[in-house]
């Protein structure tokens, strides 16, 4: 099973090690548009409790961020599925279906990490104030896993490329804005607030900004991820297995 989950693993990382130079600076624009827009520009006029704006800012970056790579790392699997029906190969590849799910998983997530890394660098250059725990990489790698799995999980649902960019339109997009990553989910209106609380980007962006302020972990917001997390793979798995038969 473990020697499964690396092939596959090891083939996206040889993909993403040959791109890696193109892919760590295609990275690196949207965070500094965002610390430069947000946190210099219109954050020097807003204050919040605690500290500086751009500190309340970086934690929901690295939410949202983390969120589109890990998302869009594993989406070429439709692309497969559907187009090039490469896909085909690893189905009749005396490989376990889980064991291809965690892989391509995986490697979303190291391109989730490699990208949240980039922010925190960026983020200590604009002048940030940030705690770096292993707490907060263990909620990060929590948030890189659950929309990967939502994204291999509508990889194979989805029949479409057109629809695919759907799920980043009225999905990810309104997550992107709403789910406490520029602004506290306390502004919202409390139907709206209620229904936004309850997304996985929600309770991201709050343990992010509890950890990288030097306060404690929320219990809850952490086991919801994790529920999240354990949901998404089995959905995720599930979707993969009914493709095999």
Not at 109 to 128: E, H, Q
Not at 186 to 196: E, G, N, S, V
Request: charge should be positive.
């Amino acid at each position: 099973m473990l020697y499964d989950v690396w092939t596959v693993f090891w083939r996206d990382w040889v993909v993403l090690k040959r791109r890696l130079t193109k892919f760590i600076l295609a990275r690196m624009v949207a965070p500094m548009l965002y610390l430069v827009a947000f946190g210099w520009g219109l954050g020097r006029s807003i204050q919040v409790s605690g500290g500086s704006y751009l500190d309340f800012l970086v934690p929901g970056i690295l939410a949202l961020n983390s969120m589109n790579i890990s998302f869009n790392s594993i989406t070429p699997v439709h692309a497969e599925r559907i187009y090039h029906k490469s896909l085909e190969e690893y189905l009749i590849a005396p490989i376990a279906p889980d064991a291809f799910v965690l892989g391509k998983v995986l490697a979303a997530v190291l391109r989730g990490l490699i990208s949240s890394a980039i922010i925190v660098l960026l983020a200590f250059l604009f002048g940030a104030n940030l705690q770096l725990s292993p707490l907060l990489l263990l909620v990060l790698v929590l948030n890189c896993i659950i929309f990967a799995e939502i994204g291999f999980f509508a990889a194979m649902k989805i029949s479409t490329y057109e629809e695919m960019s759907q799920v980043n339109t009225y999905i990810l997009l309104p997550m992107s804005f709403l789910c406490g990553t520029f602004f506290s989910t306390h502004a919202l209106p409390d139907l709206l607030r209620y229904f936004i609380e309850v997304l996985p980007l929600t309770h991201t962006s709050f343990l992010l900004r509890s950890l990288a302020g030097g306060n404690g972990l929320d219990v809850v917001s952490l086991v919801v991820l994790v529920i999240y997390a354990v949901g998404g793979f089995y959905l995720g798995s599930r979707a993969f297995r009914n493709l095999v038969r």
